[in-house]
């Protein structure tokens, strides 16, 4: 081979390298975005997932302080079943162990030597004669909770079409009346 024909090929070789440098420099470039967008989108699912969590926790907080408060009936223990008025003329009607309905306001003495020490919108305190303060629970602590296939009276709910689908709703028929 001539000097001539190494040199011709040695400068076509050194023309080719900055081309394929400038390819592969914007291919860099270009991973190095792609992979920035994939971080960034990471960081924003794990924000999502933090402030679900703290969502969770401050229910769970709350449930448990409900739960502490609505605690369930003491055996001989009166439980509330309505709480009435405003401001420092409160009366609360509560149900004693017999059966029985007593209207209460602060300061009365029950039957069973309890008194009722003060009454306000969400809860009432008795004393014993042992002096020992205990809050009463209500009567309905449990509270339902929404079941939308439950039937009600005069409302049919259809069922759910499958995601992705497209419910077509018809009205239900006319009843005619039992004689």
Known sequence: MSSSMKYLILLSTLAMAPAHAVDSASDDLTRIEAETLVLKARE???DVQAKIIAKQSEIASR?????RFAKSAVVGNPVITAIEGMGKSMFATLQLENGSLVDVKSGDMLSNGLRVVSIRPNEVIIEDAGKKRIRLASAGTSQPSFDPSF????LRLPPLAPPGTVAII???APRMPVR
Not at 63 to 67: L, M, P, V
């Open 63 to 67: 449930q448990s302080e409900n739960e």
């Open 151 to 154: 039937p009600s009276a005069g």
């Open 170 to 172: 018809s009205p239900p």
């Open 44 to 46: 924003k699912q794990l």
